[in-house]
């Protein structure tokens, strides 16, 4: 069989150009099962990772179908996390670029009336985080009469974050005469469930992935108490040295404990967590792609997953991670390179990091 090509859809000009300035010479096997589908503006469930180039997935067929002349939002793009809301964004704007689609991204800790004004101008999309969504329906600052195609995107973090009644309720206030794609590194039962009920016969599509760690990263795990693990981690770090590493720890306030550790201790350091406003998370992030040591907690490691992409030779370190941290891990694994990740673990993680990242050299 002859390789999938952009060239095998029907794409406008103003398309074909923006992939081409944005190096994507052939379609990922995402986005050979998809756009020729969400061109034909039917429902999908699509089971594929971050990395797998699904933004673009169904970026490219809705920047395809909007109609520019109309001023309200066409489509509805839905993720869990603020992050990803900028990222698709700034996805949608780029393969857009040269049809001029408006995109805006709504979300929690910025200020509500500058994304009411946002609203209230001419926008072709609209990506945000439920809660934010929902608070605009309620307070009438978003016209969705025009929205015929909804994205969901990373429907099963949306689940493990409890936003999926927002989700429906979202759903409900939508145009029924609407594409819905719905996008998921699983489908628990309750995402299931939604696909059935507010899905009109969608198509199923999975993307097998390879296997969950590359051959370029190395994985070691550390046994250590809990007490001995702020030291371990400075050990670890001394005898690593590396130019920048991201540290992913389960709460809030671990977050905490291990910056004030290590900036007590001199390591140029910051960190970022969903406590804080959206602005210093950003700078944050900026700050660490020029160079720097970030420690995140589960809310900063999953928009971290969608950024490792751009951060090559960096190491990775983790304090007692959770299904959600390894599954970020998971995501910089299938899109880095040459990167070296430590574990410092409690002894019943352990069988739990051995099932879901293979061979882990022990220490
Ligand atoms: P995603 O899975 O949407 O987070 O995309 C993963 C990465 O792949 C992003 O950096 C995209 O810019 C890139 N990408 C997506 N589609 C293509 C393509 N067809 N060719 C090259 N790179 C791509």
Redesign the pocket.
């Given at each position: 069989m002859s390789e999938p090509s952009?060239n095998d859809y029907t794409l406008s000009d103003d398309i074909r150009r923006a992939?081409d300035s944005?190096?994507?010479?052939?379609?990922?096997e995402?986005?050979s099962k998809v756009i020729p589908v969400a061109l034909q503006k039917k429902d999908m469930t699509v089971k594929?990772?971050?990395?797998?180039?699904?933004?673009?997935?169904y970026?490219i067929p809705i920047c395809e179908l909007v109609e520019w002349e109309e001023n309200r939002p066409q489509a509805l793009i839905l993720t869990p996390t603020r992050e990803l809301a900028d990222?698709?964004k700034e996805?949608m704007m780029n393969i857009g670029r040269f049809k001029r689609i408006k995109a805006t991204a709504i979300y929690g800790k910025q200020p509500f009336a500058r994304q009411k004004i946002q609203l209230a101008h001419k926008n072709h999309v609209v990506v945000g985080t439920p809660g934010r969504v929902m608070d605009h329906i309620e307070r009438d600052t978003i016209d969705l009469e025009q929205v015929r195609y909804l994205v969901i995107d990373e429907a099963d973090e949306m689940l493990s974050m409890g936003f999926i009644e927002q989700v429906e309720k979202i759903i409900r206030e939508l145009p029924k005469d609407r594409m819905t794609l719905l996008f998921s590194a699983t489908l628990p039962k309750d995402v299931e469930r939604l696909c059935h009920k507010y899905m009109k016969q969608p198509l199923d599509i999975e993307i097998q992935t390879a296997g969950r760690t590359t051959s370029q990263i190395e994985h070691a795990l550390y046994t250590v108490k809990d007490d001995d693990k702020l030291n371990l981690l400075r050990d670890v770090a001394t005898v690593e040295n590396p130019d920048s590493c991201i540290i992913f720890c389960r709460t809030q306030v671990r977050v905490d404990v291990v910056f004030k550790e290590l900036h007590k201790h001199g390591y140029p350091c910051d960190r970022i967590h969903g406590g804080m406003e959206q602005d210093d998370r950003s700078q944050v992030m900026n700050a660490f792609k020029r160079g720097g040591v970030s420690i995140p907690d589960r809310d900063g490691c999953r928009c971290e997953g969608?950024r490792h992409?751009?951060y090559q030779s960096r190491d990775q370190l983790r304090f007692s991670p959770g299904k959600r941290e390894l599954r970020a891990s998971d995501r910089q694994n299938r899109?880095s390179r040459q990167q070296g990740q430590s574990d410092l673990l409690r002894h019943a993680e352990r069988r739990k990091i051995r099932d879901q990242c293979g061979a882990i050299r022990r220490i």
């Open positions: 952009f992939l944005m190096g994507y010479a052939k379609p990922t995402v986005q594929s990772h971050t990395g797998s180039g699904k933004t673009a997935a970026g990222q698709v996805d969608h992409r751009q899109t």
